[in-house]
């Protein structure tokens, strides 16, 4: 049909496993690569304990998380997520996520698609397959 409007629909629970980069489970939701044009939507599982690499990228993300506790260090501003809390990580600015609680995180990244990953001291790494 000429002109009709095509929608996607998915469950954040049943988002397709994509190989994950240790130490988080990423799960893409919507990519590019799953039909998404412009926004990417990525489930995140962290463990207990995980402290993940400081990195940034090259767009504003937005974690909403939805069970479990994490600790989001943006550029020396510490924040404690909790499940419901919500966090926009501006562009360009270095980030480090650390799973303080006592059980697994779980939350929700959205950001435009195509977005970059970068690591201090490293410069511009490839994208991880989750994110494309």
């Given at each position: 049909?000429?002109?009709?409007?095509?929608?996607?629909?998915?469950?954040?629970?049943?988002?397709?496993?994509?190989?994950?980069?240790?130490?988080t489970?990423?799960?893409?939701?919507?990519?590019?690569?799953?039909?998404?044009?412009?926004?990417?939507?990525?489930?995140?599982?962290a463990?207990?304990?995980?402290?993940?690499?400081?990195?940034?990228?090259?767009r504003?993300?937005?974690?909403?998380?939805?069970?479990?506790?994490?600790?989001?260090?943006?550029?020396?501003t510490v924040?404690?997520?909790?499940?419901?809390?919500?966090?926009?990580?501006?562009?360009?600015?270095?980030?480090?996520?650390?799973n303080?609680?006592s059980?697994?995180?779980?939350?929700?990244?959205?950001?435009?698609?195509?977005?970059?990953?970068?690591?201090?001291?490293?410069g511009?790494?490839?994208?991880?397959?989750?994110?494309?």
């Open positions: 049909m000429t002109g009709s409007i095509i929608s996607r629909s998915v469950s954040i629970a049943d988002s397709p496993p994509a190989p994950g980069e240790p130490p489970l990423s799960l893409a939701a919507l990519t590019p690569r799953l039909g998404s044009a412009d926004i990417a939507v990525i489930r995140q599982v463990p207990v304990g995980v402290d993940g690499p400081a990195h940034s990228h090259d504003d993300e937005i974690m909403i998380m939805l069970n479990g506790t994490l600790r989001v260090d943006v550029d020396g924040s404690t997520l909790a499940a419901g809390d919500a966090l926009l990580v501006p562009s360009e600015m270095t980030h480090q996520l650390r303080t609680g059980e697994e995180a779980q939350w929700v990244t959205i950001s435009r698609a195509g977005i970059r990953f970068f690591v201090p001291g490293s511009e790494v490839p994208a991880p397959d989750w994110a494309q």
